[in-house]
């Protein structure tokens, strides 16, 4: 079965650096496009970054542009985000998720990351 | 980007209710859109996709319609464990954007 186990999160300074993780096992994960979300507390869902199966398709909201970095390693498995500059508005729960044909059909349980000082 | 609304931000139903909840996408998504159920800290689950498709081992009690900017979201008899928030997302164009979400609960 699909599993996706984020992990990384954790209570960080404005301005400081988070590197999350996302575990990927049960499907072929070279195969997909995979996708991070986020959502702050008590608020909605905001679609963060996707990347592509081969790594060479990135895109950004506008909100993390230049901030953060989207990556993966097929060989592990492995989604990446990082976050540098981080602020406040950045606290949230961060969701990985699997896209099939551009829909995020499989999602993990999160990491919360919290930017306060 | 492409903003998406949903009306309402809120409803209360009694069990076996219909309830429809309606998006509504800023400019033309042709079908691109899915709706999913997120129940308090979980993950959201997809229910529906291309605006109309019931995800495999979902309920037939929930449907989805309507294509370019206008889409509509069904539960044809509320059961107790539908309670959750149920967002729309459109992938027509990145960033592929929620609404701002439709809390349902029970009367």
């Known amino acids: 079965q699909v599993q996706l186990v984020e992990s990384g999160g954790g209570l960080v300074k404005p301005g400081g650096s988070l590197r999350l993780s996302c575990a990927a096992s049960?499907?072929?994960?070279?195969?997909?496009?995979m996708s991070w979300i986020r959502q702050a507390p008590g608020k909605g869902l905001e679609w963060v970054s996707y990347?592509?199966?081969?790594?060479?398709?990135?895109y950004y909201a506008d909100s993390v542009k230049g901030r953060f970095t989207i990556s993966r390693d097929n060989a592990k498995n492995s989604l990446y985000l990082q976050m540098n500059s981080l602020r406040a508005e950045d606290t949230a729960v961060y969701y990985c998720?699997?896209?099939?044909?551009?829909?995020?059909?499989?999602w993990g349980q999160g990491t919360l990351v919290t930017v306060s000082s | 980007d492409i903003q998406m609304t949903q009306s309402p931000s809120s409803l209360s139903a009694s069990v076996g209710d219909r309830v429809t909840i309606t998006c509504q996408a800023s400019?033309?998504?042709?079908?691109?859109l899915n709706w999913y159920q997120q129940k308090p800290g979980k993950a959201p689950k997809l229910l529906i996709y291309?605006?109309?498709n019931l995800e495999t081992g979902v309920p037939s009690r929930f449907s989805g319609s309507g294509s370019g900017t206008d889409f509509t979201f069904t539960i044809s008899s509320l059961q107790p464990e539908d309670i959750a928030t149920y967002y729309c997302?459109?992938?027509?164009?990145?960033?592929?954007?929620f609404g701002p979400g439709t809390k349902v609960d029970i009367k």
């Open positions: 998720a699997r896209i099939r044909e551009m829909v995020e059909d499989y």
């Open positions: 049960g499907f072929t994960f070279s195969d997909y496009y």
């Open positions: 990347i592509s199966s081969s790594g060479s398709t990135i």
């Open positions: 400019q033309d998504i042709s079908n691109y």
């Open positions: 291309d605006a109309s």
């Open positions: 997302q459109q992938y027509d164009n990145p960033p592929f954007t």
